[in-house]
Every structure is written in structure tokens, then in C-alpha cells.
């Protein structure tokens, strides 16, 4: 190689980091690069945990060091050699947070443009642009404070009234009759703490429940006393439901019943924000619209003295559209937005941006696409490549490995028989390459030649959630049957809104797992109370002890593992622990074995080699071993039984709930994009195993997009005929071959191209 050349190459050299094996790789720069390989082979280790990581700990340390110090801090990955590097800008599956004051609009510059746009051209103005918007006092709703919703307060689910406050009577979370926060208002001087509430009189039970807040002295301190029912909403009703606790949040759904705000409406804004209009329409107007309707009213917007920025705000929201997501409005809130769908709105950030020569980093942006989807994201990679940029991308989905300039396939296969390049070079080479990729490039699933026989029907009528459009409609029981239609077409309104929880509905989707950072697989499938019990008998000694979250956890990390400094105002920072090196237990608990294996080396195992180690010989135990055979039914044979859950994806969350529920006496089982995150040789597994639902007597509906999944189907429900109000209603219900035969649909027709 000419020393000319190595400027157009990102060069790995001797990568370790998770399961990688000493990887070297060299990434042409300016081109489309697309890692593949089965799940847990490393793709993410060698993207995302090296030369993206790497990346952004070189940009943070050209900070000064008082900004560096506002900023995590970054370990140098495992690697001996990375030249190269480029700004790397990643574009990842990460749900947005779920912010109440966050929309699909201020997470991307659409709304701050609106507002500009508004507060030039409104009649009459409300003012400068701040004035239009709900995050600022100056234009929120002075009632809901710009949330858009009140709430009223249950009081008998925050004390008991026929007990005193020394007796006990507040009933919140973490409100104890001897903890400060109850003894403060016995203290006070306005309440007695001996004095049943149900015996206050008026102006007791005003100042226990609605009293300002007033300084008073209490045991030498000076404290701020306030109301119960004021402490409540500002401690657990103006913080995010999603990011309190599971106990808090249980409280706060039976405590607290939330309304659209009667002033605004709902939207947020007050009444001189409101009055302001265009041609008619005010900005909440604007916000509500569906964003492909909005660009059509944008575009109708003709005044010199904002072109420049009417032409920006035209471009931002034809992105949207362009991106498959033009069924969105942009006053829908980003918390409710699923992570493919949170991933392309992260996108149009960067299709406007003037930025060449930097590393885009994608995280399969294909899932929850539609195929007739996937064409146009292919469209917008390809064109953030042709802007000079290096477009890194992780993805399974054979139509986006089609177009790639450059491919490395990782594997063999998964965590330790994983983390090596299988293969690095063109399209029409891996095809030709013989790797589990290069095999399975051309799978076609075959129509069935003949589908199962529905065994009786659930019936929906006249559905109207969402976008849909007064939908009836059969759904065959006894069957796999598939759900599908373009991104937004209404697909989940319709399965999700419609069919009943509870009794024989087992209803899995992609929602986070809910479990802090100490939990993992094993904890949440149950699978670590048979190995518990399993090491405690062939040891002599309590099951207890080899629980980190109980009497086995190293003392100095307190079986987290990792020791982490909180800096105040700065990000927190976690170390490994010295003591047990990050396996969590005391040195005494380690001497303990089962089969010559200690617990940290038991949890650090992946499903595949748990099952052998749990089916077979000294260590054996059916328990573990029905949890195990389970988990790799699903696809999660890679996954190590210690993982922490924060580190899953959607898909492998979804799968692993799959995996416990299949325990459960289901008769219909609801499954929500379970291919998200498998390669092409696992979806044939994922196959094989609803075939097994639906053979042993459940009946299976599957909300899907990927056409081996429809194309296995007994029935299909395709809805369309596009998104948002543009969709909403049923364009086929039949068998495959009949939609294939028909090709009257966008998923016809794709069906009818991949079956050939």
C-alpha cells in the first residue's frame, strides 16, 4: 500500500473488547461499510464499543478540562492500534427519554423553526419566538405549566385517616412515622401529632395538605415545611413516570388521575400563544397536523422575508416524510415512540446537515420498516455517503447488505465462538464466502403449500384507535397469522388496541425490561434460584450466598461490580471494584464450586454452554435446563446468563420475555416485530419455534415486516394502503399465495419479488 492511501482507511488493529479476538480490519473511508454476522458476534463490540467509543473519548479530551469534567468519563477501548478516525456522529435505537416536555418536535429543530416562522408572520404576534413555545414560561400555559395535563389527587391513597401521624397515617413510599419527613409536620406547630387526621379541623387539614412553604426550626435545623398534597406533586408528579421506581410509580398511578389541562385544551400553550394564527391555523394547529400534511401547508407559505427559513423548515419535515415518517405529528411525544421510529427521527438531524467527512454510525435502521421503507433508507445512506461521509452500518436485512461498498461478516457464530472477521470484501464475495452470512444471503422462505385450517376467529369491530378507520375484521385462531403494512399503517392500533389482556393473551412487545443494572437473565427468567440451589447443595452451605444482590455480594461494591462516584453535578463515573475484580462476590463465595466452576464463572457463561454445563454430568439440573432450552429456543443462545438487561436490545428483550411466557399457559400468543435484531440463520430458528406454538395448539399473531415471516404465514392482515391518515384500513385478508397472485399492495408486491 502506497503511504498516500492509508489517509482513505479506518485501521483496526488487535481489537479485544467483549467477545472480539484480537480483530483487525481496515474501513474505507467515504464509503458504505455494513458489519453483519449472527447476533452477539461481535458487530456492536467492534462499531460501537471501539471506533465509535474511541472517537468520542478523542473529541471530549480537545476540550478544556472544566468542560471535560462535565462529561463521562471514557475508558480507552481494548485495542492496539486505531488510525484514521473521523468525527463519529451515532445514530442508535436508544428510545428517546421519555420526557413530558419532549415531542417529536424539540427533539428535532422543527418546532424552534415553527416558532420563528410564527412569530414573524402570526397574526396577531404573540411575540418573539420564545413566546410561542411551551418549554418557557413566557409561552406555556400558565395552569398545566406547559405539561398539557392536571391532575387531581386521591387523598385517601396518601394517608389514612383514622390515624394519627405519630400512629403511622401517611401512607406514600418511604413516608415512615419515624422518618423526618412525617416528624417535620408533627413538629411544626400547625398539626398535633397525636390527633387522628379524621379530627382536624379545617384549618388543620389546610395546612397539613395545601400550606406554602414556610421555614420552621426543627431539631436545630432550619426545614421547609409544605403541604402534603404540594410535596407530592412536586416530588413525584412533575418528574417523568418512566423514570421513577416501580414501587413510586405504582403510587402515583393509584394516587394521582391525569386530564387534558381545561385552559389550553391540552396544548400546552397559553392564550396569546393560541390566538396567534396563519391563513387561520395556530401553532398547536400546526404541531397536530400529520408532519407529511404539515409540509404540505409549509408549502403553501409564501413570504420573502422568511424564504430562507421556510426552505429549511420544507426540507426538515420532507425528511420526515422521505424517512417513512410522515404518519407522525410533531406534538407526539418522543417517549412514545418505538426505537426504530426514534432512530429515524435522530436521523433527520443529520439529512440537512452541512457536515462532511464525518463517521455516521447506524444501528439496523431498517427495524420496524417496511420493505417498501427500506428502499427509501437505503436512498438516505447512500446519500449521506455521496456528501463525502463514511456511513458505518450494523444490519441484517439482505436489501441493505446489497448496496453496501464494503462488508465484514463477523462470527463464526455467537460470544465466545464469535469475535473474529469471517470475511471483509464485496457484496458478490460474501455471497461466494461460505460464512453463515454469505449462506443464508439468498434464503427465501417458501409459501407453505398448504396453510393450517383456522380453528375459530377473534372478531374486532369498528376499531377506531389511532389512525384507524372504523376497521372490522376476522382474526383466524389456531394459525400464524401475520399482521403487516407499511410503518404507521396502524398494525399495532389495531392488534394492540383491540385484543383483550388477560385471561389466555399473552401479549409480548418491545418495552424495556424494567430491572436496574444489577439485574440480568438470569434474575429475570428465575433461572438463578435452580443454579443457586444447585451450588448450595453440592457445598453444604445457604442458597443466599451465591446471590450478588444478597448475602454472597463483594462488601466493597456491594455485588455491583463496579464502584460508582457520584460528582455532583457532573457525570457520574464507574470503576471496576479492586476487591472482586467485577465479579461481584466475596473471595470466600468463589472458593465454593459446582463441577469445578465457581458462580462468577457459571454467570459469565453463555446460554449455549449454561445448557451443556447444566444438562449433563455433575452439575446437572433439569430446572436450569428448562430455562436455558427455553432462552435458546428464542435465538438467545449467545446471550451470558450475567448480562446486564440495560444492555439488550428491543428485540433480544422481546425475545427473552418470549422465552418465560412460553411457560405460561398462553392460547393466544401477540408478538410485536420478533425478528428485530436476528440474522437471516435465526429467523429460520424464530420459525421453527412459532410453528411449535401453533402445532402444540396456541394461535400465534405476529405484527411483522420481514417477508420470510409472511411468506411462512397461514394468513395474512395487511393494512394500508399507507400511513398515518393515508392508511388505517384492511387492503387484504388471506392466504399468501393470494396476496402474492394478487400483488394489489405494496407488501404484495414485495412478496410476490421475494418469493420470485
Not at 357 to 374: A, M, R
Not at 393 to 409: G, L, R, T
Amino acid at each position: 500500500m502506497r503511504p498516500a492511501d492509508r489517509h482513505d482507511l479506518i485501521r483496526v488493529q488487535g481489537a479485544r473488547e467483549n467477545n472480539l479476538k484480537n480483530v483487525s480490519v481496515e474501513i474505507p473511508k467515504r464509503r458504505l461499510t455494513v458489519f453483519t454476522g449472527v447476533s452477539g458476534s461481535g458487530k456492536s463490540s467492534l462499531v460501537f464499543a471501539t471506533i465509535a467509543a474511541e472517537s468520542q473519548r478523542l473529541i471530549n479530551e480537545t476540550y478544556s478540562a472544566f468542560v471535560q469534567g462535565f462529561m463521562p468519563s471514557l475508558a480507552r477501548p481494548d485495542v492496539d492500534l486505531l488510525e484514521g478516525l473521523t468525527t463519529a456522529i451515532i445514530v442508535d435505537q436508544e428510545r428517546m427519554g421519555a420526557n413530558s416536555r419532549s415531542t417529536v418536535g424539540t427533539a428535532t429543530d422543527a418546532n424552534a423553526m415553527l416558532r420563528i416562522v410564527f412569530s414573524r408572520l402570526g397574526v396577531p404576534s404573540a411575540g418573539p419566538a420564545f413566546h410561542y413555545s411551551f418549554n418557557q414560561p413566557a409561552g406555556a400555559c400558565p395552569r398545566c405549566e406547559g405539561v398539557g395535563t392536571v391532575n387531581d389527587i386521591d387523598l385517601d391513597q396518601l394517608f389514612d385517616r383514622n390515624k394519627s401521624l405519630a400512629e403511622g397515617a401517611i401512607t406514600i413510599p418511604g413516608y415512615t412515622a419515624d422518618g423526618w419527613q412525617v416528624r417535620i409536620y408533627g413538629a411544626s406547630g400547625f398539626l398535633d401529632p397525636n390527633k387522628p387526621i379524621r379530627d382536624y379541623t379545617e384549618q388543620e387539614m389546610h395546612d397539613f395538605l395545601y400550606k406554602e412553604q414556610v421555614k420552621i426550626k426543627f431539631e436545630s435545623m432550619n426545614l421547609t415545611y409544605e403541604g402534603l398534597v404540594l410535596r407530592v406533586q412536586k416530588s413525584f408528579l412533575q418528574k417523568d413516570k418512566d423514570s421513577l421506581q416501580p414501587h413510586i410509580r405504582a403510587f402515583v398511578e393509584r394516587a394521582a388521575t391525569f386530564t387534558p389541562c381545561p385552559e389550553c385544551g391540552g396544548t400546552r400553550l397559553n392564550q396569546a400563544a393560541l390566538a396567534s394564527r396563519i391563513d387561520g391555523i395556530n401553532i398547536a394547529d400546526a404541531c397536530a397536523m400529520q408532519i407529511s400534511d404539515l409540509a404540505e401547508w409549509v408549502r403553501r407559505l409564501d413570504e420573502p422575508s422568511v424564504a430562507p427559513l421556510l426552505a429549511n423548515l420544507r426540507q426538515t419535515l420532507d425528511s420526515f416524510v422521505e424517512i417513512g415518517l410522515g404518519y407522525l405529528s410533531l406534538d407526539r411525544p418522543s417517549g412514545s415512540l418505538s426505537g426504530g421510529e426514534a432512530q429515524r427521527t435522530k436521523m433527520v438531524r443529520h439529512l440537512g446537515s452541512s457536515l462532511t467527512d464525518v463517521s455516521y454510525v447506524f444501528d439496523e435502521p431498517t427495524v420496524g420498516l417496511h420493505p417498501h421503507d427500506i428502499q427509501r433508507m437505503n436512498g438516505l445512506l447512500l446519500r449521506l455517503r455521496d456528501k463525502g461521509n463514511t456511513v458505518l452500518v450494523v444490519e441484517h436485512k439482505p436489501e441493505v447488505i446489497a448496496i453496501a461498498d464494503h462488508i465484514v461478516d463477523l462470527g463464526p457464530r455467537a460470544g465466545t465462538h464469535g469475535g473474529t472477521v469471517c470475511f471483509e470484501g464485496s457484496v458478490d464475495g460474501l455471497r461466494a464466502s461460505g460464512t453463515l452470512t454469505g449462506q443464508h444471503l439468498g434464503y427465501r422462505a417458501a409459501l407453505k403449500p398448504d396453510t393450517r385450517k383456522p380453528a375459530g376467529k377473534l372478531e374486532i369491530r369498528n376499531a377506531t384507535r389511532h389512525n384507524l378507520n372504523d376497521v372490522s375484521v376476522d382474526v383466524p385462531l389456531g394459525v400464524l397469522c401475520v399482521v403487516t403494512g407499511v410503518a404507521g399503517s396502524g398494525k399495532s392500533s389495531l392488534i394492540h388496541g383491540s385484543i383483550p389482556k388477560g385471561a389466555g393473551v399473552v401479549s409480548i412487545d418491545q418495552t424495556p425490561i424494567r430491572g436496574s443494572r444489577r439485574s440480568n437473565p438470569a434474575t429475570y427468567t428465575g433461572l438463578l434460584d435452580p443454579i443457586r440451589a444447585a451450588f448450595a447443595k453440592a457445598n453444604g452451605v445457604k442458597p443466599a450466598l451465591f446471590s450478588a444482590n444478597s448475602a454472597g455480594a463483594c462488601p466493597n461494591c456491594n455485588g455491583n461490580g463496579v464502584i460508582y462516584t457520584d460528582l455532583a453535578m457532573m457525570a457520574g463515573v464507574a470503576t471496576v471494584c479492586e476487591e472482586c475484580e467485577g465479579k461481584r462476590f466475596q473471595a470466600s463465595v468463589l472458593e465454593y464450586k459446582l463441577a469445578g466452576k465457581d458462580i462468577s464463572e457459571v454467570l459469565a457463561m453463555p446460554v449455549t454452554e449454561a445448557l451443556e454445563f447444566f444438562g449433563t454430568g455433575a452439575a446437572k439440573t433439569p430446572a436450569a435446563k428448562k430455562i436455558l432450552s427455553r432462552m435458546e429456543d428464542v435465538g438467545l443462545g449467545y446471550l451470558s446468563l450475567g448480562q446486564p438487561l440495560t444492555t439488550l436490545s428491543g428485540g433480544e428483550r422481546q425475545r427473552l420475555k418470549l422465552a418465560i411466557q412460553m411457560a405460561n399457559d398462553g392460547g393466544i400468543y401477540v408478538l410485536d416485530e420478533p425478528t428485530s435484531g436476528l440474522h437471516l440463520a435465526d429467523v429460520e430458528k424464530l420459525l421453527e419455534l412459532l410453528d411449535r406454538l401453533v402445532d402444540a395448539g396456541k394461535s400465534v399473531i405476529v405484527i411483522e415486516h420481514h417477508l420470510a415471516v409472511m411468506a411462512h404465514a397461514d394468513w395474512i392482515i395487511d393494512l394500508g394502503p399507507g400511513a398515518g391518515h393515508d392508511g388505517g384500513r384492511v387492503v387484504f385478508e388471506g392466504a399468501p399465495a393470494d396476496l402474492v397472485a394478487a400483488r394489489s399492495t405494496l407488501t404484495g408486491e414485495h412478496l410476490a419479488d421475494y418469493v420470485g
